[in-house]
């Protein structure tokens, strides 16, 4: 591969210290879409700029070329951290099935508690489906899902009904933040850039951990897998806990 001086957006810059330390790869190993573009063009494709752009987003969905940041993309050979690809459990199947029958261009995402068990001392003991959508239509998912499923789902519940109702195997609809991350290798899949701030932000989320394990989930994650940290921070701090996550990230602990 021919490598060039990577040039990214001035408000890429002050994240090239965080992702070269977290990835163990240097500045070069970041390049922008125009730099894949001209290496694939002196190596001899001719396609167009349109054939290149769906070439780039089919590696990405596949996991060989990584979104570290606006525009930034690195090379998963280049880096020991892999993509985030949960194992879905069958309520995860069966419900994003049903949406998908019924509400397909929904912009919705899906967050089970069990994934937290990969990253924990002490394993959760209820796993618990979070469907987030949109705010106006989460009474219509619910009704319709609730109808599916014959019964097992709760609304948007408090904290006190969560703890008091949500049983192992429960669906619980909320309120989707507006302009979250997007999954781009599983759609409809919560993109570790949400659920590792709605973890500290959803009292629902966080109560069900001890403590001490939530900082210990954001540091052993980043320190396994790739997360989009420009993103991460843009959504932590729609809800709130983004000096906690930055705290975790950059205090040497990912």
């Known amino acids: ?24 790869v240097t500045k070069v190993d970041i390049q922008t879409h125009r730099q894949i573009f001209d290496s694939w063009r002196q190596s001899g494709d001719a396609t ?55 509400y397909g261009r929904m912009n919705y ?9 990969d990253f924990v001392n002490h394993l959760l003991g209820r796993n618990v489906l979070f469907v987030m959508v949109e705010r106006d239509y989460a ?3 619910f009704e319709y899902l609730n109808e599916r499923r014959g019964g097992g789902v709760l609304l948007d519940p408090s904290a006190d009904d969560f703890f008091r109702y949500a049983n192992d195997g429960m669906v619980i609809v909320v309120k989707k933040p507006s302009q979250g991350p997007r999954n781009r290798l599983m759609p409809h899949i919560a993109p570790p850039e949400q659920w590792l701030a709605d973890i500290l932000a959803d ?21 396994r897998y790739v997360v989009n940290k420009p993103a991460l921070f843009r959504y932590a701090r729609r809800r709130g806990v983004d000096e906690r996550i930055r705290d975790i990230l950059e205090g040497g602990a990912a």
């Open 1 to 24: 591969w021919f490598k060039q001086e990577a040039v990214l957006p001035n408000n890429t810059q002050k994240w090239y210290s965080i992702v070269t330390k977290r990835h163990s």
């Open 48 to 102: 167009t700029q349109t054939a290149q752009w769906k070439r780039l987003r089919s590696l990405v969905r596949k996991g060989e070329l990584l979104v570290v940041g606006h525009d930034s993309y690195l090379w998963a050979k280049e880096t020991d951290r892999r993509p985030y690809r949960p194992e879905l459990s069958e309520i995860v199947v069966q419900v994003r099935s049903a949406m998908t029958e019924k």
């Open 109 to 117: 995402t899906l967050f089970e508690l069990k994934w937290l068990n």
């Open 139 to 141: 009474p219509f998912v």
């Open 203 to 223: 009292p629902r989320i966080s109560a069900s951990i001890e403590g001490a394990e939530l900082p210990r989930i954001i540091s052993a994650f980043g320190s």
